[in-house]
């Protein structure tokens, strides 16, 4: 079982559909979770980041932490084409190394 | 925000040569940078750790030999492909962190290595 689980997708909605992205995971140290969004042959790029639990709001961005059923999700309002990328979910324990999920590849269609 | 480069950001190259890959915090100080490999459709593969000053510390599996790196400064790491072969083509990543426990990594655009 991998410690980070992540759907690959794809997931393909509608323009201003809200996109629920989610990952699980099993290592209850986990207290740092991101999100990244990354475009084809691009770096990942810094979406969302909290600590513990918790809601966490950034424009049509939000991203929830439940470390009682080590459940995360990131959620997009008012989804536009530009949002079409890969999601990566990704999290760590105190100083050590990240552990990504798989990424969701998502398209948006106009 | 934080912004971290890498140069080359493609690079083509005859089996057998070496080939050197720039990291740079541009406007902060990394304490720790990372270097990952990424194959098509898959995730990030964290190949290496590197603290300013010190020996990087290579995930299993990872050729301490073949991918050399340099973590010189707070702000520059270098990744060299030794001998590069084609079946080391693939898109390699930087990230950099500025602390220890509550920062976020900050990656850089990536460098996609052809290896002929």
């Known amino acids: ?110 | 925000g934080a912004v971290v480069s890498q140069h080359p950001s493609w690079v083509i190259c005859k089996s057998g040569t070496s080939v050197k890959i720039e990291c740079r915090s541009l406007d902060f100080q990394a304490t720790t940078m990372f270097w990952y490999r990424q194959f098509p459709k898959q995730s990030l593969m964290l190949m290496a750790t590197s603290n300013e000053g010190s020996k990087a510390t290579y995930e299993q599996g990872v050729e301490k030999d073949k991918f050399l790196i340099n973590h010189a400064s707070l702000t520059l790491s270098t990744l060299t492909v030794t001998s590069a072969h084609p079946e080391d083509s693939s898109f390699y990543i930087c990230s950099a962190r500025q602390g220890l426990f509550t920062d976020t990594q900050y990656f850089g655009p990536g460098t996609r290595l052809t290896v002929l």
């Open chain 1, 1 to 110: 079982q991998k410690e980070v689980e992540q759907d690959p997708g794809p997931l393909s909605v509608p323009e201003g559909a809200i996109v629920s992205l989610n990952c699980t995971y099993s290592n209850s140290a986990f207290q740092y979770f991101m999100w990244y969004r990354q475009y084809s042959r691009k770096g990942p790029e810094l979406l969302m980041y909290t600590y513990s639990s918790g809601n966490k709001e950034d424009g049509r961005f939000t991203a929830q932490v439940d470390k009682s059923s080590k459940y995360i999700s990131l959620f997009i309002r008012d989804s536009q084409p530009s949002d079409s990328a890969t999601y990566l979910c990704a999290m760590r324990q105190g100083a050590q190394k990240l552990v990504f999920g798989q990424g969701t590849r998502l398209t948006i269609n106009p």
